[in-house]
């Protein structure tokens, strides 16, 4: 996969023999385009398959090349993602994601409260599209959010207490992470619908970032493919240097 078109800000970990790809996405970087218009922020910068849900293109020797989508990130979300160059491999890893049988883990930097921070967050969620945006919020009905937290580290910045926190989701749901964090008062920083939108301003006019501060760390399979054989990996993708620095 030498000749992989990937899109600025994005780069290749790993690659699997059975054909699984472990793709760190950049920070503002569409998994697929929104549309069947061309973006130049994608994960691959060539042509999209809406019905295949795979990108396409030709190599050096005129041979069409195809890449499975199995999952999706959010834009503003950076970090690791799964693809696969075979219909069959992408069939395998979209059951074991739909099943929530795939272990994901993310880090997030949160605005800290200093108040005591439950093991596991579980909510139910509500999803709503409003002149193409999407907004979700909690209540007593919905589908079920469950992530697992620890709370890594905190530090006392110039933008106040803020808090390193490793949540491992065990559903998958739209902006599950964001969401969840915002309701207990722990906005992730960078959160441009659900944070702090006076800190994040601060944040901005400080040090000039805009990236939402959550980073899919790492990515754990373990399943059988359709000969039986195991698969099994473990694929991680670093904290971006930017954590680091409002960790000091």
């Known amino acids: 996969m030498n000749d992989l078109p ?32 061309a973006s130049n922020r994608t994960l691959l910068s060539c042509p999209f ?29 950076s970090g690791v993602m799964l693809t696969t160059n ?19 883990t993310y880090h997030a930097l ?31 009905h919905g589908v079920s959010a469950v992530t697992n937290v620890t709370l890594e580290k905190t530090k006392k910045n110039p933008f106040g207490l803020v808090a390193l926190l490793k949540l491992r989701p ?3 749901r739209t902006h599950q992470l964001r969401v969840q964090a915002a309701k207990r008062k722990l906005p992730i920083l960078g959160d441009q619908t659900y944070g ?7 944040i901005n006019k400080t040090s000039r970032n805009q990236r939402l501060f959550l980073h899919a760390s790492r990515i754990k399979i373990d399943l059988k493919d359709k000969t039986g054989s195991s698969v099994y990996w473990e694929i991680e993708s670093k904290l971006p240097n930017l954590f680091d620095q409002f960790l000091k």
């Not at 702090?196 to 601060?202: C, Q």
Request: hydrophobic share 30%; with cysteine; proline share 2%.
């Open 170 to 172: 065990k559903t998958g």
């Open 110 to 140: 949160v605005h800290y409260n200093g108040q005591p921070i439950r093991k596991v967050w579980q909510d139910c969620m509500n999803k709503q599209i409003s002149a193409g945006k999407i907004r979700v919020t909690t209540s007593k």
């Open 49 to 77: 398959n809406f019905e295949e849900e795979s990108y396409c293109w030709m190599d050096r020797k005129g041979q069409k090349k195809n890449l499975f989508l199995v999952h999706r990130l959010d834009s503003a979300t």
């Open 6 to 37: 990937l899109g600025r800000g994005c780069k290749i970990l790993d690659i699997h023999p059975c054909g699984i790809l472990a793709i760190e996405k950049g920070t503002g970087v569409l998994s697929h385009p929104n549309s069947k218009k």
């Open 86 to 104: 075979k219909q069959d491999m992408a069939d395998l890893l979209k059951d074991a994601f739909s099943k929530q049988v795939v272990e994901k």
């Open 196 to 202: 702090n939108f006076h800190l994040n301003r601060k």
